[in-house]
């Protein structure tokens, strides 16, 4: 049968470590605990389940504590947790079936990651697949019988077991920590970097947190030759020019926002926000109903549900405007 290393980093995991052992415990074959620093018990509740607990700096890093954990496996294949995941008894039966049935040409499976709006910081939707299983060592072969290739695709299977995924508070201002270390040290930051820092900024940044993004999406939006790049740069620095009440700045966001194909209703939705503090209310609903209505949102679902309606309504009690106000109000409520 297939062995499988678990391998977690972990740091003041007290409260949840032992109800996600306990979920998976028994299906794997060799347990790898990395603790990046705790100072609770952590390390001790994991002793109750192994006695391979390594300790590892931490480096503001994420990728270099897994990938040390990665390390210490020994077996055919990884399984990659966080300590806030719960595999109930229905999914840990599907992984017990999976395991018992493992081709070993599968090099990846993924698993369904689930509650994902619940104390969300980066996502727009509540499940969504994710490499979850790993197999440690790939073998690379040849494919075609004439003109010849390595195939350097993985091998992946979709499975349908699913991971409950129960953090116990917001992640997000530990992760623009990073993101702001890792600017002011001149490091490079990654496409993908980039993307989740535009999207987990949308989706659950404060104010101070734009301000702090707006002097790294200000370069890039001139550097950038990705249009999704640009997009989300775009949408950033809207935002951040209406938080900061700069109209050169909005106009810089606007041209290069609105000059793409699928314009992002993120940026629509802040020139009406941008409108409306001006008191151009008839202005701003122009926006605000091409944000809710002809356009697609690109870092948070919310900019072209919610948040449109919310401003079409106030501005027409504003304006007085009693059918249009109740129209807009009465799709605000259809949503919840």
Known sequence: MTSISLCMIVKNEENVLARCLDG??????????????????????????????????????????????????????????????????????????????????????????????????????????????????????????????VRIAPII?????RIKHCPEELHSGRDFAIYQKLIRSGSEISPHMQRMYARELFISGTEDD?????????????????EELIKMDACVLAKCARIMDDASVMLLAASRGLAVDEVPSEIVFELGEFYRARRNYSEAVIWYYNAAFETEALLSNSYNSSFP????????????????????????????
């Not at 990884?78 to 840990?92: G, K, L, T």
């Not at 299977?157 to 077991?161: H, K, L, P, R």
């Not at 106000?325 to 919840?336: D, H, S, T, W």
């Open 157 to 161: 299977f979709d499975s349908d077991i």
């Open 24 to 149: 998976i415990a028994d299906l794997m074959d060799e347990i790898i605990i990395v603790d990046t620093g705790s100072t609770d018990n952590t390390k001790q509740i994991a002793s109750k389940y192994t006695d391979k607990i390594y300790d590892f700096k931490w480096t503001d890093d994420f990728s270099a504590a897994r990938n040390f954990a990665f390390s210490k496996a020994t077996c055919d294949y990884i399984y990659s947790a966080d300590a806030d995941e719960v595999i109930d008894a229905e999914n840990h039966e599907k992984f017990r079936m999976l395991k018992a049935a493992m081709l070993p040409e599968i090099e990846i499976v993924q698993m369904y990651y689930t509650n994902q709006l619940e104390k969300n910081t980066t996502y727009n939707f509540d499940e969504e697949l994710r490499p979850k299983l790993y197999k440690r060592i790939r073998n690379f072969c040849w494919q075609d019988q004439v003109h010849e290739t």
């Open 309 to 336: 309606l919310i401003g079409l309504h106030i501005c027409y009690v504003i304006m007085g405007d009693k059918e249009n106000a109740a129209k807009y109000g009465a799709k605000l409520r259809e949503l919840n």
């Open 210 to 226: 734009f301000r702090q993004s707006f002097e790294f999406f200000k370069a890039h939006i001139d550097i950038d030759t990705d």
